[in-house]
């Protein structure tokens, strides 16, 4: 399985824009990329999937360069409720996902 | 729509006594996961299934960890002689498809703490 490596803590501001990077070195040719947002005492939540370029939905854009040895998940204007911790995830075709220690963002007022 | 529930939320148990966790996937859907998660740490997956065959079993820690889905549907994740070292939240999630790299619709846990 390829393992993923992303910063353990971020602090942002209301209004700001947060990029979250994420480095999966060994990815393998049919895995995809996930983020997963989870919120205490409560199970994670689907942000936004992505094979390769760029993927946008209404809540965040990820970015996957070329080699897709890394991935940056982007929000725009982050509030307080975006506290939370943030899992990048390479998962394979088979179903077998590994979560890693995620990020946890601090969005301050 | 129901979401992925799961029962109990809570659950004490002595140290060597038998649990069992139950998780109600979304309807219809074909991938059911079940997770460990330590406090503080990102879930570690435990075991798999597409619809009622258990397709992978590589993270159950030890043999008294038993995972089934005997229609398809419920599951449930057996723990026998719970140790200390079982006190985690276990997350369980639903997946519309067999394929590994659809959105995973996660329940809210159950928290075992061991005695």
């Known amino acids: 399985l390829a393992k993923t490596t992303q910063p353990i803590s971020m602090d942002s501001y209301e209004g700001q824009e947060v990029n979250i990077t994420c480095s999966h070195n060994?990815?393998?040719?049919?895995?995809?990329i996930t983020w997963y947002q989870q919120f205490p005492s409560q199970g994670p939540r689907f942000i936004i999937q992505?094979?390769?370029t760029k993927v946008t939905n209404e809540v965040a854009s990820l970015f996957i360069p070329a080699d897709r040895k890394s991935s940056t998940l982007s929000l725009p204007r982050v509030s307080l409720s975006d506290t939370a911790v943030y899992y990048c995830?390479?998962?394979?075709?088979?179903?077998?996902?590994?979560f890693g220690d995620g990020t946890t963002l601090t969005v301050k007022p | 729509g129901a979401g992925v529930s799961q029962s109990p939320r809570y659950k004490v148990a002595k140290r060597g006594q038998d649990v069992a966790l139950r998780c109600d996937p979304i309807?219809?859907?074909?991938?059911l996961f079940w997770y460990q998660q330590a406090l503080g740490q990102g879930p570690e997956f435990l075991t798999y299934?597409?619809?009622?065959?258990?397709?992978?079993k590589s993270g159950l820690p030890s043999d008294r960890f038993f995972a089934e889905r005997p229609e398809g549907s419920v599951s449930t994740l057996k723990i026998q002689r719970t140790q200390q070292e079982d006190s985690a939240v276990y997350l369980c999630?639903?997946?519309?498809?067999?394929?590994?790299?659809?959105?995973?619709?996660f329940g809210p846990g159950t928290r075992l703490t061991v005695t």
């Open positions: 299934f597409q619809n009622e065959a258990q397709l992978d």
């Open positions: 309807s219809g859907h074909v991938s």
């Open positions: 995830l390479v998962v394979f075709n088979a179903g077998k996902s590994t």
């Open positions: 992505g094979y390769k």
């Open positions: 999630a639903s997946s519309s498809s067999g394929q590994g790299y659809y959105e995973q619709y």
């Open positions: 060994n990815i393998a040719t049919n895995d995809y």
